[in-house]
């Protein structure tokens, strides 16, 4: 049998270069522009099947710039909530889809409904969208926040179809869906939160958004693991992905911006849970720090970057004798295994053991850290414990540790020594070579590694 005739044959197609007519076969003369000898073979764009391939028609050509091209920045609207407009880079952008994760029953909500008020007294028009509450619950909400008399349009629906109809007879300028997974789309047959309803639904609001100027807002569920729940995909498709973040048991509350295609995606704003709702911290460290006058075992106080900005926390360690075989290891607000390999650094390096010692580490307030620059003032506070020798009250620590015990100079030491100087703070410890610049008037120990840390300043080892 022969196996060409089941091959097959690419199909050739012929197109003038000056009007781009196209042909089956050649000819010597365009009818389209009356060119002669201006027609040529054109190589078909897929040599697939046309039915699961582009085959051979194709499209139009694309403008093409190069980088010197200048662009105007996005003017942007702000909220009134400088914490808010500081995460989202200085203000909404039009056009824009954000999405906000959160844990069940951190605040998101509620800080969308003051967001949606905000906007709306500066002058805008906003459509805030339950999917998971009637309208009378929202107004509730708004009447205990205060919020009664501002010009918010409330509507409970989860039907797309619908609500996009209605936004787009409405054309206003701010959009909030709450939330993404109650959303469902007539075309797609499955159950609303399934993962193909959450892909649609945002993808119709994104859509939606980029063509008609209106900025959207999509609340989305999270995970235990504390991840968005659905596609991964669907953090691609919007332009910035905020985390609402915060411990039940403390009253603040950290808006994480994790993505923005608008302003810096590692910034950060705080809030404050009270009865009225939400109201902004402009002064986190102070608050993080609260009263540290008397010197406690295992306290430091570390100067740490969020974003652009400085903050200031305590670090809280414990180190008691263990009754198990294999003694505990429990962190809150910093990465445990990071923990696991300082403990290892200081045995290998200085021979101080933890062994049959059980380590607390808290980052007290309720904040999470994963800044490198937090490894100092972790180990400083995990040797104050252990030897039982305070570190002064007015110092503040920082630097990165390496593997060898040497500590590692890093990024915007002087940002830092200026935080803690405003705050009131004399002395600080710091690896050698940070760029301290001239540290507020502070007085610096700089060290070289984890020896001369546990030689100068510890006394033991």
């Known amino acids: 049998m022969d196996q060409n005739k089941n091959m097959v044959k690419p199909i050739t197609q012929f197109a003038c270069s000056d009007c781009g007519m196209t042909y089956k076969k050649w000819t010597g003369r365009c009818d389209g522009c009356g060119a002669w000898n201006s027609i040529q073979e054109e190589v078909p764009l897929s040599q697939g099947p046309s039915k699961k391939s582009l085959g051979t028609m194709k499209g139009k050509r694309m403008a093409l710039t190069d980088l010197t091209t200048e662009e105007t920045p996005p003017q942007r609207t702000l909220s009134g909530l400088s914490e808010l407009d500081r995460v989202l880079g200085g203000g909404l952008v039009p056009s824009s889809a954000t999405l906000v994760g959160g844990d069940p029953g951190i605040g998101k909500s509620t800080l969308l409904l003051q967001a949606a008020a905000a906007f709306a007294n500066a002058g805008h028009s906003v459509v805030y969208v339950s999917g998971e509450e009637a309208t009378a619950q929202v107004r509730m909400r708004a009447q205990r926040l205060g919020l009664g008399e501002s010009s918010v349009k409330l509507a409970a629906e989860t039907n797309l179809r619908d609500i996009l109809t209605t936004l787009e007879a409405e054309k206003p300028d701010l959009c909030i869906i709450d939330s993404i997974q109650t959303m469902w789309v007539d075309t797609v047959d499955s159950a609303p939160g399934s993962v193909s309803q959450v892909r649609a639904s945002a ?11 209106t900025s959207v807002i999509l609340v989305g569920h999270v995970t235990k693991d504390g991840q968005i729940a659905g596609p991964r995909v669907v953090e691609h498709m919007v332009d910035t992905v905020l985390y609402f973040e915060g411990e039940r048991g403390h009253q603040f509350r950290i808006l994480r911006a994790v993505k923005n295609r608008f302003g810096p995606a590692d910034e950060i704003g705080v809030f404050e849970m009270t009865g009225m709702g939400l109201a902004e911290v402009t002064n986190p460290s102070a608050l ?64 101080i053991s ?66 803690a100087a405003k705050l009131g703070f004399t002395a600080a410890m710091a690896p ?29 080892g």
């Open 203 to 213: 993808h119709e609001l994104t859509t939606f958004a980029k063509r008609f100027g």
């Open 288 to 351: 993080f720090l609260g009263d540290r006058d008397a010197p406690a075992p295992g306290s430091v106080v570390f100067a740490g970057i969020e974003g652009t900005r400085p903050l200031l926390v305590e670090i809280q360690a414990l180190v008691a004798p263990s009754q198990l075989s294999q003694p505990r290891r429990a962190v809150v607000g910093w990465d445990g295994s990071r923990l696991s390999m300082i403990l290892a650094v200081l045995e290998a390096r200085t021979g």
């Open 354 to 419: 933890f062994q049959g010692l059980d380590v607390y580490l808290n980052v007290a307030g309720g904040i999470r850290i994963s800044e490198p620059a937090a490894d100092l003032a972790v180990a400083c506070a995990l040797l104050s414990a252990r030897e039982d020798a305070s570190i002064p009250p007015e110092t503040v620590v920082f630097g990165e540790l390496s593997l060898s015990g040497a500590l590692r100079p890093v990024s915007q030491a002087e940002n830092r020594l200026k935080e």
């Open 432 to 460: 050698k070579g940070c760029k301290t610049g001239d540290a507020g008037g502070m007085s610096l120990r700089l060290l070289p590694d984890l020896i001369t840390l546990v030689g100068e300043v510890f006394g033991a």
